[in-house]
């Protein structure tokens, strides 16, 4: 785009502004004119692709087969499980009519489509035989939220959502949590962000669920994102919509399931993660595009604009390259780079044409090296991306466990999470405490980790109510 | 499934009868709860993964950027091109509430993206330097049609729609043939189907079009189906939209467009195409399961099981396998997976564990052969699959061809149409005289072909008026 670059407000000045300039400079969205929705551009959608592509990968190995369940729900369906979508209720967007003609019957656009695929399952599962079904689906769903924020919470989101149904509880919980591994594993390997695997606290767990698990990522301004969510349903689905199966002793039994999802919210993890006052940093295997080169007065120097193109040929056999060949002027073509997160950028100038040399430049570092242009640079440049993505996991993950501390005190525990800290405390799990803690210091059970993130007191009292509990519940302001 | 297997139609039998059996047998889809949706079952949805991954490549090697619009569209944006939308409006899903509340404003659920697309390019493009811009988007949509048929016509349907504006009108007409035929090439590829491409007559072009390209496909019926258009616009949308640029002399101009798309009714035409008594037969390279491995009493013996276990890890090293390892019997199994298409199918009894050789046989020509499991397997399977994909498009193009005829004699046209035929007549091309044509025949002009498929008389008149014209045009009956 033409468009003048504008300043970003510093990180730490005002990290909510800091967010929206870096994805309006980054060219992530625009604002749809239906309200709080969003505009995929190029950049933000095509790490979308990356995510879905890779993370659809993982499944597929796990036996998942995608299906495709239609937008609409109608009315009679959801009276059904009221219960369940009580919660959505206020937010459904509702077709009454179609081309000026009042329905007979509503829909409502799928918030999440629970309703549909058990309505499935119901149809389909007859014996022992038909399960597992281990259906996933890529799809657009729509909330009317009360506020929204880019990519965070918008009125239309795209997703993944996976339902299960399994013959046994056991083959269900386990794949419950090797989902959420998954997840954990895609999110390092792939986002260069570390997370905290844990299980939700009966207060914050998905209410039709019986176990609730979670990732959740620490942002720059040390808030908790909720990543992702694995839920074991047990039987509390199959028995609303009798999902029944005949077993090996032909006897009915209630099937048992699992759902489990991620969003387009990731996009605004990896923002709020690595991004800095330049804007956005893209982890190398989700950027759509992983190297820019630059022509420097390209217009002004045939050979410039020779070389440049030789380099680009060549490296678009191994990585996702563009070329900025316009009559721009330097500084300015490097400013753009970064603003959109180009893992890495290649600057080639008329000194470059010459010696058949690029200069590289990091975005993560801004370290730059010369090297010669030849068959090595594949290596070099892969090198990089290995050194970019570790970099930036081992920065973000670096400082989450700086900022996760343990304590017994209440006290302690309120000025910490005043402080901006992720705070490990032993907790009852009593709802009503949960409660009061969040009105006190705004923070929520993030959840209770697998493994303890850092070293703390393993036998203790609840901070709240001095029960004896093993339990250690990580608390943190939340997005 | 454990459920029994039904009787199909004969094809020639009971055309529409068929398909529909082939559809429920396959497990393709089943109905929605809303009026006329489908849900995408496993099998369908799996086709319409390969068709959009490998599509997607194509796109990509032109420079097409993938983004994501909103599924919704305010009622003030859709007044501004009331024109073009007049043929969706009695199709248009409108959002009047949102959870129980009345909206200040009515919603349409998207029956195509134009206007969001337009309002997009109108506020981001400033100058020759923003251009071209080509987008393409992968998405739902509906459009409430009276009557519905899976795949072919639905009321939610997937499909992706581009959208292109360029500084250089010969540049935007240049792109849309190109798309034309990536199409074209893509079905040829992927689907093993023949296409005929060509422009469509001022009647049946896109009226937002300035012209509209097709690829016309012929089903086993001798019917013909639309699978593909690309529109060059020209500058129709843009001066709606008021989309201009500076160019390079700084003066405003407006810019040139064009849109293109394929849906999910290219499950449909594979069908239609491909399939027979059996039920479908899913070209290899867009198959979800290209080779069912089928244990023959394997619960009875236990070599069997790990002889086929073996022979599946080896061959998932290169394909998409499945393995039926159920207590069924073979009849069972080797019907199953006829039925759902699957290319090829290997055979695993107590014969085959003790020799250690497979039997292949293939859906397409039924044909078997048993070949020792060593390394060339891989190899031989790789040729079976190029002789499936060859033979498929070849059938259809010797029907495609045995069925299109030419005459310059109106009765005939109207006999060989009665007859099921696709007639090339030379055409005046008159709205009128088109009109004319198909209330006595049922025929439509399907295109002006840009290459004759069978050799006819260049010198004529036509054959409706008489007027001399250089214009050959396909007519036949269509989906």
Known sequence: MAKKLEKITPLEEDFSKWYLDVIKNG???????????????????????????????????????????????????????KDHLKGFNPELATVTEVGGRELSEKYYIRPTSEVLFSTY??????????????????????????????????????????????????EARKLTKTMLRIYANFLKKYLSLPVIQGKKTPREKFSGACSTYTIEAMMKDGRALQAGTSHYLAQNFTKVFDITFKNKENKREYAYGTSWGVTTRLIGALIMAH?????????????????????I????????????????????????????STDKNPGFKASNSEIHGTPLRIEIGAKEA???????????????????????????????????????????QKRMLDNIVTTNDYQEFKQKIAEGKW???????????????????????????????????KKSSCVIDGTETKRNVIFAKSY
């Open 27 to 81: 060219d992530l969205i625009s604002y749809g004119k239906a309200r709080g929705t969003i505009i995929f551009k190029p950049l933000s959608y095509g790490i979308w692709e990356n995510i879905q592509k890779n993370l659809d990968t993982e499944f597929k190995k796990q036996g998942v087969k995608n299906v495709y369940f239609p937008l609409l729900i109608p009315d009679s369906l959801i009276q059904k499980e």
């Open 121 to 170: 399952f119901k149809d389909n599962v007859e014996s022992y035989n038909d399960l597992p079904l281990i259906y996933n689906q890529w799809a657009n769903v729509i909330r009317w939220e009360k506020t929204t924020n880019p990519f965070l919470r918008t009125t239309e989101f795209l997703w993944q959502e996976g339902h299960t149904v399994h013959a046994d509880a056991l």
């Open 275 to 295: 991004g800095d006052d330049r804007g956005i940093i893209i982890p190398p295997k989700v950027a759509p595009v992983q190297i820019d080169i630059l022509e």
């Open 297 to 324: 007065f390209g217009h002004k120097n045939p050979e410039v604009k020779e070389f440049a193109l030789q380099v680009k040929k060549y490296l678009s056999k191994f990585f996702r390259v563009e070329l900025d």
């Open 354 to 396: 010459q010696t058949k040399e690029i200069t590289l430049i990091r975005r993560d570092t801004l370290e730059k090296q010369t090297i010669k242009f030849d068959k090595s640079i594949k290596l070099t440049i892969n090198k990089l991306f290995n050194d970019i993505h570790k970099n930036l996991y081992d920065q973000a």
């Open 423 to 457: 705070v490990i405390i032993p907790f009852c799990g009593d709802e009503a405490a949960e409660e009061f803690i969040q009105q006190e210091t705004g923070a929520t059970a993030r959840c209770i980790p697998f493994k303890d993130p850092i070293k703390i007191n």
